[in-house]
């Protein structure tokens, strides 16, 4: 993505401090974790197909963060609440039918999810290396990964349901945490607030999902 690019920009005197730079993106992924539960509240009985249609809106959403204006200020943060919700309504049948046939899953997952998220964020935050570097790598094979979890949802369920794909897919997507929260500590400033929360957001998404592929039975 070409948000990536400006990784490294030297910063003057008047860059927010990395604390409140965290709290911000920390504060918009759980805003927009809570529109993708409304989303899947509201959609958890759509048809299957609408869901599917819904799902790839989601996803072209999230690589039209490309345009600069979808990844900063108000329009950015709209934007990322509207593919929070979007992509909640079209995972709202699937995350249903599995709370309902196998809800010690979806808890297990949930919990996973977030010792993950922890442990990420605790190294990167806590590291005194710049691991920049890697950020725009992971970040193409994390949305690749998750445009293939989505694929494999709809059309192939063999995908999602292959134990090394899923692995791979919370690898990468711990990886980008990693980076991601890194970066959080050593260049952001406000502008990166957006597009850094979709990322880690896009993360969470993807390590639930393929927590939820591998304790369950869907």
């Known amino acids: 993505m070409s948000q990536y690019g400006s990784a490294g920009t030297a910063f003057g005197a008047e860059r927010v401090s ?45 690589f039209g963060q490309m345009i600069p204006a979808l990844r900063r200020g108000a329009v950015g943060i709209t934007w990322l609440l509207a593919i929070g919700l979007v992509m909640g309504l079209g995972l709202g049948p699937y995350l249903t039918s599995v709370l309902a046939a196998e809800p010690d899953a979806f808890i297990q997952a949930a919990g996973g999810t977030a010792l993950i998220v922890l442990m990420m964020g605790a190294w990167g935050l806590g ?15 994390m949305f690749g990964l998750f ?12 995908i999602n349901a292959n134990p090394l794909f899923s692995l791979a897919v919370i690898g990468i997507s711990s990886g980008l945490l990693l980076v991601d929260f890194n970066y959080v500590k050593k260049h952001a400033d406000e502008d990166d ?26």
């Open 18 to 62: 990395a604390a409140t730079i965290f709290g911000q993106v920390m504060s918009l992924v759980g805003l927009t974790i809570g529109f993708l539960a409304i989303g899947a509240f509201i959609g958890q009985d759509i048809e299957f197909g609408t869901a599917r249609v819904l799902s790839f809106v989601a996803l072209g959403m999230l």
């Open 127 to 141: 590291t005194s290396k710049d691991l920049v570097r890697w950020m725009r790598p992971l970040a193409f094979a």
């Open 147 to 158: 445009a293939l979890s989505l694929i494999g949802l709809f059309f192939a369920p063999g």
């Open 193 to 218: 607030v957006v597009w850094i929360a979709t990322g880690i957001f896009v993360s969470i998404v993807n390590i639930f999902l393929s927590l939820l592929s591998l304790l369950s039975n869907r």
